[in-house]
C-alpha cells in the first residue's frame, strides 16, 4: 500500500534544521531584509545631503575667509611674508580664545581620530567647536577641516540617532555614516572617505556591512551634491612626475618609511613639548591663544607655506620645489611642525590629517632633490602616506589615498605600500608611539591609547 504523507514524514525522520553559513550567526537576517539595514540606508541618504551642504557652506568659508587677509607670494621664500598677517593671526588666537570663554569649552576636546574610533560625537559640542574651528582656519592657522567636519556629520548621525530613541547599533552606524558624508566633499572620492572611516573605527563584524554599505552611500550621496557646486573636492588631485617602477623601489621605500615615522614622532613630540609649556596658561585662555597666534603668525612671515591647512601649498612645492630648493623645503617642514604644534598647545581647533600629508609631501619632494637618482613621484608618494601610516593603522586607506590623489599607476603603488608598512612597524607597532604617549599624558593623569592606537590630537 502507497504510504499516506504522514506516514511518510514519520519514516523519514525528523527534518534538518536549517545550517548557518560560516559567517552567518544563527538566526541572523539576511542583509538585504534586515529593517535595520534599510534604516541605516535612509539616515545615510539624509546625512548625505545635509552634510554636503554643511561642508560647502564651511570650506566655502575656509576658503574664501582665508583669501581675504592672507595673498601667498609667487615665490614663497625666505621672510617673503608681510609682517601685519601677525596682526591677523593675533586677532584669530584672540577671538578663539574669546569663544572658547564664553562657550566655555574645556581645554581639550576629543579629536577626529578618536571619535571616529569611539564611532560617537557629542552634539552639545558641536556646534560651538566648528565655530572655534572656523575662526582658527580663516585666521591662517596650521590645521586642517577634518576635525569640524568630522563633528558636524557625527554629532548630526548622534543627534539624529538620539532624537528616534535609536539602539546603540544604529546610533554607531549612523555617526560614523555621518561623518563619512562630511568627508565626501573633503576627499577626492567618495571610496575613500569610506575607506578612512571604516577603517579607523573599525566596527565589530555584526554591523561591519551596514556600517559599510551606509558610510558609501552617505559619501556618495554628499559627493554628488557637494562636486557639481563646487567643481572640485578640497583635496584634489597632485600632478607629480611619472615614474617607471623598478624592483629597486621596494628596497628604498624602507628607508623612506622610517624617515617618515621619524618626522611623524617629532610632530608628536612637538606637540607634546609645546602643550607642557603653555600649560601654565590654561586659566588665561584668551591670552594663550592669543600669544600663540602672534607665534604661529611669526613663523608663517618667515615661511609662508606653513600657514593653512596644505592643501594648495603642496602644489606650490610639486611645482616648484626645484626652485624653491632642497633646504627652504627641509626648513619649510620642520617650521610646519612648529607651527602645527603651536596651535594645538594654544587652543585652536582644527585636525591633523590634511597637514600631516603636507609634511610628507614636502618632505619626500626635498628626498628628491637632495637624492635625484630617487624619482620625485618615488618620493613623494612614499613619504605623503608613511608618515600618517606611522600614527594610524589604516593602510589599506593610505595607499588607496595615494592611488587617487597621485595617479601614479598600479605598480608605482607597490613601494607605498613598503613605506607604509615600515613606518607603521617602526613607530606605533614596535611601541614607540604608546611609549611617547603615555610619557606625555603621564603629568596630566590621562590613561595612554592602546596598543596600535595613535594619542588623539588635541583640540
Given at each position: 500500500?502507497?504510504?499516506?504523507?504522514?506516514?511518510?514524514?514519520a519514516?523519514?525522520?525528523p527534518?534538518?534544521?536549517p545550517?548557518?553559513?560560516?559567517?552567518?550567526?544563527?538566526?541572523?537576517?539576511?542583509?538585504?531584509?534586515?529593517?535595520?539595514?534599510?534604516?541605516?540606508?535612509?539616515?545615510?541618504?539624509?546625512?548625505?545631503?545635509?552634510?554636503?551642504?554643511?561642508?560647502?557652506?564651511?570650506?566655502?568659508?575656509?576658503t574664501?575667509?582665508?583669501?581675504?587677509?592672507?595673498?601667498?607670494?609667487?615665490?614663497?621664500?625666505?621672510?617673503?611674508?608681510?609682517?601685519?598677517?601677525?596682526?591677523?593671526?593675533?586677532?584669530?588666537?584672540?577671538?578663539?580664545?574669546?569663544?572658547?570663554?564664553?562657550?566655555?569649552?574645556p581645554?581639550?576636546?576629543?579629536?577626529?581620530?578618536?571619535?571616529?574610533?569611539?564611532?560617537?560625537?557629542?552634539?552639545?559640542?558641536?556646534?560651538?567647536?566648528?565655530?572655534?574651528?572656523?575662526?582658527?582656519?580663516?585666521?591662517?592657522?596650521?590645521?586642517?577641516?577634518?576635525?569640524?567636519?568630522?563633528?558636524?556629520?557625527?554629532?548630526?548621525?548622534?543627534?539624529?540617532?538620539?532624537?528616534?530613541?535609536?539602539?546603540?547599533?544604529?546610533?554607531?552606524?549612523?555617526?560614523?555614516?555621518?561623518?563619512?558624508?562630511?568627508?565626501?566633499?573633503?576627499?577626492a572620492?567618495?571610496?575613500?572617505?569610506?575607506?578612512?572611516?571604516?577603517?579607523?573605527?573599525?566596527?565589530?563584524?555584526a554591523?561591519?556591512?551596514?556600517?559599510?554599505?551606509?558610510?558609501?552611500?552617505?559619501?556618495?550621496?554628499?559627493?554628488?551634491?557637494?562636486?557639481?557646486?563646487?567643481?572640485?573636492?578640497?583635496?584634489?588631485?597632485?600632478?607629480?612626475?611619472?615614474?617607471?617602477?623598478?624592483?629597486?623601489?621596494?628596497?628604498a621605500a624602507?628607508?623612506?618609511?622610517?624617515?617618515?615615522?621619524?618626522?611623524?614622532?617629532?610632530?608628536?613630540?612637538?606637540?607634546?613639548?609645546?602643550?607642557?609649556?603653555?600649560?601654565?596658561?590654561?586659566?588665561?585662555?584668551?591670552?594663550?591663544?592669543?600669544?600663540?597666534?602672534?607665534?604661529?603668525?611669526?613663523?608663517?612671515?618667515?615661511?609662508?607655506?606653513?600657514l593653512?591647512?596644505?592643501t594648495?601649498?603642496?602644489?606650490?612645492?610639486?611645482?616648484?620645489?626645484?626652485?624653491?630648493?632642497?633646504?627652504?623645503?627641509?626648513?619649510?617642514?620642520?617650521?610646519?611642525?612648529?607651527?602645527?604644534?603651536?596651535?594645538?598647545?594654544?587652543g585652536?581647533?582644527?585636525?591633523?590629517?590634511?597637514?600631516?600629508?603636507?609634511?610628507?609631501g614636502?618632505?619626500?619632494?626635498?628626498?628628491?632633490?637632495?637624492?635625484?637618482?630617487?624619482?620625485?613621484?618615488?618620493?613623494?608618494?612614499?613619504?605623503?602616506?608613511?608618515i600618517?601610516?606611522?600614527?594610524?593603522?589604516?593602510?589599506?586607506?593610505?595607499?588607496?589615498?595615494?592611488?587617487?590623489?597621485?595617479?601614479?599607476?598600479?605598480?608605482?603603488?607597490?613601494?607605498?605600500?613598503?613605506?607604509?608598512?615600515?613606518a607603521?612597524?617602526?613607530?606605533?607597532?614596535?611601541?614607540?608611539l604608546?611609549?611617547?604617549?603615555?610619557?606625555?599624558?603621564?603629568?596630566?593623569?590621562?590613561a595612554?591609547?592602546?596598543r596600535?592606537?595613535?594619542?588623539?590630537?588635541?583640540?
Open positions: 500500500m502507497p504510504l499516506s504523507r504522514a506516514n511518510r514524514r519514516q523519514a525522520g527534518r534538518a534544521a545550517q548557518s553559513g560560516p559567517d552567518e550567526a544563527p538566526g541572523e537576517v539576511a542583509l538585504d531584509r534586515s529593517r535595520g539595514f534599510w534604516t541605516a540606508v535612509g539616515y545615510a541618504v539624509v546625512l548625505g545631503i545635509a552634510l554636503a551642504l554643511a561642508a560647502l557652506a564651511f570650506l566655502g568659508l575656509v574664501g575667509g582665508g583669501k581675504l587677509w592672507f595673498t601667498l607670494p609667487d615665490k614663497p621664500d625666505w621672510f617673503s611674508g608681510s609682517l601685519w598677517w601677525v596682526g591677523v593671526t593675533a586677532a584669530a588666537g584672540l577671538l578663539v580664545g574669546v569663544l572658547r570663554r564664553v562657550f566655555r569649552l581645554p581639550k576636546l576629543p579629536g577626529v581620530l578618536e571619535e571616529l574610533r569611539t564611532a560617537r560625537v557629542e552634539p552639545p559640542t558641536v556646534l560651538k567647536a566648528v565655530a572655534v574651528s572656523l575662526v582658527s582656519l580663516v585666521g591662517g592657522a596650521s590645521l586642517g577641516p577634518e576635525d569640524a567636519l568630522g563633528k558636524m556629520g557625527g554629532g548630526l548621525g548622534t543627534w539624529l540617532s538620539e532624537r528616534r530613541k535609536l539602539d546603540e547599533t544604529a546610533r554607531a552606524t549612523n555617526t560614523l555614516s555621518g561623518m563619512s558624508a562630511a568627508y565626501g566633499g573633503l576627499l572620492s567618495p571610496i575613500l572617505a569610506t575607506a578612512l572611516v571604516v577603517e579607523i573605527a573599525r566596527p565589530r563584524r554591523r561591519l556591512a551596514d556600517v559599510l554599505v551606509a558610510a558609501l552611500l552617505a559619501a556618495t550621496v554628499a559627493f554628488a551634491v557637494y562636486f557639481p557646486v563646487a567643481g572640485s573636492t578640497f583635496v584634489g588631485i597632485y600632478r607629480v612626475p611619472s615614474f617607471t617602477y623598478e624592483d629597486w623601489q621596494l628596497a624602507v628607508p623612506l618609511g622610517l624617515v617618515a615615522g621619524a618626522l611623524a614622532l617629532i610632530t608628536l613630540a612637538a606637540a607634546g613639548v609645546l602643550t607642557k609649556l603653555t600649560a601654565p596658561l590654561l586659566r588665561w585662555p584668551i591670552v594663550r591663544s592669543t600669544l600663540g597666534g602672534i607665534a604661529f603668525g611669526l613663523v608663517g612671515v618667515a615661511l609662508p607655506l606653513t593653512f591647512t596644505g594648495d601649498q603642496l602644489t606650490t612645492v610639486i611645482d616648484h620645489g626645484a626652485a624653491l630648493g632642497a633646504g627652504l623645503l627641509v626648513a619649510v617642514v620642520f617650521a610646519k611642525i612648529l607651527a602645527f604644534a603651536l596651535c594645538e598647545a594654544t585652536f581647533i582644527g585636525g591633523p590629517i590634511l597637514v600631516t600629508l603636507f609634511i610628507g614636502t618632505a619626500g619632494t626635498a628626498v628628491h632633490l637632495l637624492i635625484p637618482g630617487i624619482p620625485e613621484g618615488l618620493a613623494f608618494a612614499t613619504m605623503f602616506a608613511a600618517l601610516g606611522a600614527l594610524v593603522a589604516a593602510p589599506f586607506t593610505l595607499i588607496v589615498l595615494v592611488a587617487l590623489t597621485t595617479q601614479i599607476g598600479t605598480l608605482q603603488l607597490a613601494p607605498v605600500a613598503v613605506a607604509v608598512l615600515t607603521y612597524l617602526a613607530v606605533s607597532g614596535s611601541g614607540a604608546v611609549a611617547l604617549a603615555r610619557k606625555g599624558r603621564g603629568a596630566a593623569g590621562q595612554p591609547p592602546a596600535g592606537q595613535p594619542p588623539s590630537s588635541t583640540s
